[in-house]
């Protein structure tokens, strides 16, 4: 039993607390899934896992409403799915299926939706920054409310296209909330090796823009510091960096032979697993039991395993149909 | 009225009749322009419309990509095609790829307007022709204006397409003279124009040697070879029947083009009358373009680096004899 | 040998024989290269041989460029073209232009490694050739190793070249089994070889279609055309005369080229067969690219966009009839 | 008379004192004849000038010796003349002569001097950092001990390279002095219009890297700030930032209509010429009297009356060489 008593109100209420550690199973579940059907051939290409970073996504993603856009990167199946995004048009996707998401011309890197205003998918690393500077002029400019959520990771740190989109979002005083994943690891090369200063929240000031950090491990910490943030930004302050502090427990991509850290190293993380850091907790809390767990479980199963079955099932795109989305048909 | 302020009266037009037009880039506002295009427009529509940007190619241009995204009708100016190398990966990687990448669901009406092109001595860093290249990318149009009409009408025309529209402006054009037409429908971006009928060689160009051409065709009827010349206007997508019809009639071409010989866009419209007109050639198909080095400072070494009148001629001259 | 461990062992030899030599990029030394061309190399040579650089194309790009002029001889490898777009101001304003700009004071020994193309479903931004964009700037030179042989001897032999030169390989390529020749003298980097000889059509074919275009010419032996096969091996130089003499021959020539039909190299080729042999053909030059899109990532879309052996027969099979 | 009195000592000797201030003089009457030739049309394309700068060139340059190499803009006739290259070969590179530094490939934005280890002249704003990453890597790879100098505006702060350059210099420890030559305008935006942060000593943090900022109008403040870098550098600590602050007093090329400054903001600059402000000093120092400025000023004007005869007179580059120098002829 905790360190809680009846006696202090508990952090988050049993619902959303439900909610939050389904949504990190999920993904957590729906990248597992998609392991297997790389290692079955079913789906090629790059598969970028997410694993152990999911309390990142579904935390920050707390903080935006559906009027606000969503900018990722290559590794956005967590993304996708906090988006709302279903899983089946997900694994469509990565099927290369015409009921994909991006019709199967995307695959795992570029997933879209523009109903849910997520805007892909980038897979240049800083490529999708700009893009996300630009979204937060068009709603400045048309006095929208609305804030753009750009993740990236701690390599693109190192581009220029993070120093050039910084600048400009906090000049023009965009509304963009910029959120570093930086889970210690550019592909092989640590975050030392590849940042002359490691503290990434710190280079904010560069650019007189504001700036945090926060556990990723912990769901509930990304949650609170991402509504703040996102607070900041819609209030018309300009835009913020969010550092959000994890850890990748599987190989960059499925083609990582993982040579460059130890064994040790990812063991350590792992006792940090957010799933597992945010279910005790909840249990601690009383909120969480046994056949909760195992009521979550088999209904992610289901979802995914229909997932699974949409996504064999469903057609391809005729290849008479290759040049269709080159330019527009008709003009607007 | 000038190439320049054609350019102008367009970008004003544009501002006035659509709220979602701005026009961004480097010095485009307090400077006026470093070519002086967008003068007096940052005191008419003010600085969030004319947007004066960092020294950040990559930043700007990509932030254009993402607001046409996010619905507004972005102009951005890149000063010189050389420094547009800084932004080609949001060109190539993005602003080409994302309707495509995403079946369909995101389009970038975006309008990039770029100085090009060489014969001002400005030497290795600000004189190259690199339309080719964006001419070899599928999901944008690349428009290359050599009227003051054109440098008008195309600009408001780019305006009203859905995909990403480039534009490039030889910055020996911006004093030409000419006139406009103030005409309610938009002109038409897909076709080449004959600016001179002739019958007996095609010369085929684009943008900033279209005067150049001219010359060569004027000097050509002096000794009596009716020469046709046909601007180019757009090089993607490319007007390939008024090409092949023109050549159906000559039966013989020279393609005039600033960029390097090697992979120049003279090269695949050589490449394309080879498939499409072959039986109708009775001499190869020739090219006159830019000499194989970075553009030199100094002004004969200069001139020598790029097509010429007297190149053109002797290109034309050399085809004609095999003639009847 | 592959072509992977062909590209490691010239790497090495280079490593060991000249202390000047180093070898730069992302990843590739504690993971061992993104394609594991590179692995095995850090443990031998060490971090400051091996350099691990940040994700910073521009800079690593340029910083090759400032160490060539400081006396070392560096190897800079790039994972994949498309990322080459951020590094492209240093390659084409600085890189290819020091040397004449500084009127031959300055020379830039550097070599780039890029690995090239498409069939891997990587999609749009990962996936493109545009080997042809490189091969058109004057004062860097252009090599695309189609052999296990050719990445190991050119690799060697682009380390003695005074200039830039850029090295492609197709990423298909590196599991591709071959031998190397362990010679004393380097391979000669300017002329094209004829990899199958033949009478009746000339087959033009540079980098990662060179087994599809090999395959294409058996499949044409069956239907008793004789095809003969062309490995440029250099995109600049071109060696044109191992061209013309094919064609002098077969009077017909089919060029293979993985990037998009407009603006593509197989243009500039046929361009130039069009200007040095249009008197030896029988038939128009056939180009055999790769479809104008984005790429596409499922399976069957990428199949449709890049080229393939039946569409290469097909156009050969084209040319072949109008013979006698 | 001023508040030195006898007792203390001067900052400077007289004989590197007069040296300083015929450096600055020399590059502003070289400029001034420049100009000249340019609306006579001797000389075309680009010109940019450096008056009102003289004190951040020639101060700096203090702090390097022939063995160092050095890396400049577009605006670098006065980082030549301070590095000792030949005022006739940088007038007859602008005349377009074979004699000139780059035999009249460049014009006056690429001088090049093999000689004098000056790399250029590089007229893409932000492209000459890489170059001289580069360089000091070369250096550090060779045990060398000599350093580079990294001239550059305040302009090219805000371009990826910058931000690229920045980082690996420091990540690798690399000997670069940084040289920021703030005269706050990039053309006609004014630094806070394109700077969300307008202190750029103080971005050199985002990278752990050490800078500080000096009066760009006070050569021996210069000098000492630059020579300070300099055997930071030079003793293996990894690069420096040196922000130089000054102000351009012409317009930013021969082409520029100046609109985006007041006449009143030039004057008052004006007034903290970098010329007078040290002409002042010697004198209240006593160490120039009237006959030396005479003497300085027509040594100056023979140096620059042959500079432009030399370039008069000088022969063209035949045509016939103009594929020469694209490739090198012969193998090292
Ligand atoms: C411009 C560019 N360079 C290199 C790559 C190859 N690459 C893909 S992901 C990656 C590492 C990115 O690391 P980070 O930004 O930390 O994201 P993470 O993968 O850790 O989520 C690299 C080098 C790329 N996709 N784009
Ligand atoms: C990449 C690039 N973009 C734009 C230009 C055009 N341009 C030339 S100089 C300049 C301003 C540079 O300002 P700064 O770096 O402060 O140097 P300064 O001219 O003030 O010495 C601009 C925009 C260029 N040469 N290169
Ligand atoms: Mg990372
Ligand atoms: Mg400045």
Redesign the pocket.
């Known amino acids: 039993m905790g360190t809680n008593t009846i006696s202090e109100p508990l952090p988050v209420d049993r619902e959303h607390a439900l909610f939050l550690f389904r949504e990190m199973l999920r993904i957590r579940r729906f990248e597992e899934k998609a392991a297997e059907m790389y290692t079955l051939q079913k789906i090629h290409g790059f598969l970028?896992l997410y694993i152990g970073e999911e309390a990142t996504g579904v935390g920050a993603m707390q903080a935006f409403t559906p009027d606000d856009a969503i900018v990722a990167?290559?590794?956005e199946h967590g993304h996708a799915l906090a988006r709302g995004m279903p899983a089946s048009a997900l694994m469509a996707e990565m099927y290369g299926k015409a009921t994909g998401c991006s019709h199967g011309h995307g695959g795992s890197m570029h997933f879209f939706d523009a109903s849910r205003r997520f805007y892909g998918g980038y897979?240049?690393?800083?490529g999708g920054l700009p893009i996300a500077v630009g979204l937060a002029l068009a709603d400045k400019m048309q006095d929208r409310k609305r804030v753009t959520a750009c993740f990236?990771?701690?390599?693109?740190v190192a581009?220029g296209e993070f120093h050039e989109s910084m600048n400009l979002a906090a000049l023009w005083k965009l509304p963009v909330v910029f959120l570093c994943?930086n889970?210690l690891?550019?592909?092989g090369t640590a975050l030392a090796r590849h940042q002359s200063q490691i503290n990434i929240s710190l280079k904010a000031q560069s650019y007189g823009m504001d700036s945090s950090s926060v556990d990723g491990m912990d769901v509930l910490a990304v949650e609170a510091a991402a509504k703040q943030a996102a607070a900041f930004v819609r209030s018309g302050n300009g835009p913020f960096l969010l550092e959000l502090r994890t850890y990748?427990f599987r190989a960059?991509s499925m083609s990582d032979p993982d040579l460059y850290r130890t064994k040790e190293e990812i063991e350590e993380w792992k006792k940090r697993d957010p799933i597992s850091l945010f279910e005790v907790r909840l249990r601690d809390w009383g909120l969480l039991a046994e056949s909760d767990v195992a009521h979550i479980e088999s209904e992610i199963t289901a979802e995914i395993d229909s997932a699974v079955r949409f996504a064999e099932t469903s057609p391809v795109e005729p290849v008479e149909d290759l040049l269709k989305d080159v330019c527009a048909r008709v003009k607007p | 009225m000038t190439y320049r302020e054609a350019v102008r009266a367009a970008l004003r037009k544009a501002l006035r009749s659509d709220p979602r037009v701005f026009l961004m880039g480097e010095d485009v506002g307090r400077y006026g322009g470093s070519f002086a295009v967008s003068h007096g427009l940052l005191d008419e529509f003010g600085p969030e419309r004319i947007r004066d940007t960092p020294l950040s190619e990559s930043v700007f241009v990509g932030a254009g990509i993402g607001a046409a995204l996010g619905g507004m009708r972005p102009i951005v100016e890149i000063m010189t095609v050389n420094f547009s190398m800084l932004a080609m990966d949001q060109i190539l990687n993005n602003a080409a790829t994302l309707r495509h990448m995403s079946g369909g669901q995101f389009g970038v009406p975006l309008v990039v307007r770029i100085a090009t092109g060489g014969g001002r001595q400005m030497a290795a860093q600000h004189s190259h022709s690199l339309e080719v290249w964006y001419a070899h990318i599928p999901g944008i149009k690349v428009l290359t204006p050599a009227t003051v009409a054109d440098a008008y009408g195309m600009l408001l025309a780019a305006l009203q397409e859905p995909d990403p529209v480039f534009i490039f402006e030889h910055a020996t054009l911006y004093p030409l003279e000419g006139e406009i037409e103030e005409t309610a429908e938009l002109i038409d971006l897909n076709r080449a124009a004959v600016r001179r009928p002739g019958r007996d060689v095609t010369l085929i160009t684009y943008g900033g040697t279209l005067g150049k051409t001219l010359q060569a065709a004027e000097h050509l009827a002096g000794e009596a070879i009716d020469a046709e010349v046909i601007d180019l206007r757009s090089l993607r997508p490319l007007d390939t029947s008024t090409i092949m019809d023109s050549v159906a009639k000559t039966h013989r071409a020279v393609i005039v083009d600033e960029s390097w010989r090697t992979g120049s866009f003279a090269a695949e419209v050589s490449a394309q009358i080879m498939e499409l007109a072959f039986d109708n050639l009775d001499a190869p198909v020739a090219r006159v373009c830019s000499a194989e080095v970075p553009m030199p400072y100094a002004k004969h070494l200069e001139a020598a680096t790029l097509p010429q009148v007297e190149g053109i001629v002797n290109a034309a001259r050399g085809l004609v004899p095999r003639h009847g």
């Not at chain 1, 897979?123 to 800083?126: C, F, P, T, Y």
């Not at chain 1, 990236?152 to 693109?156: K, P, Q, S, V, Y």
Request: glycine share 14%; net charge negative.
């Open positions: 970028h990167t290559y590794r897979a240049i690393v800083g990236f990771g701690d390599g693109a581009e994943e889970n690891y550019a592909m990748r960059h």
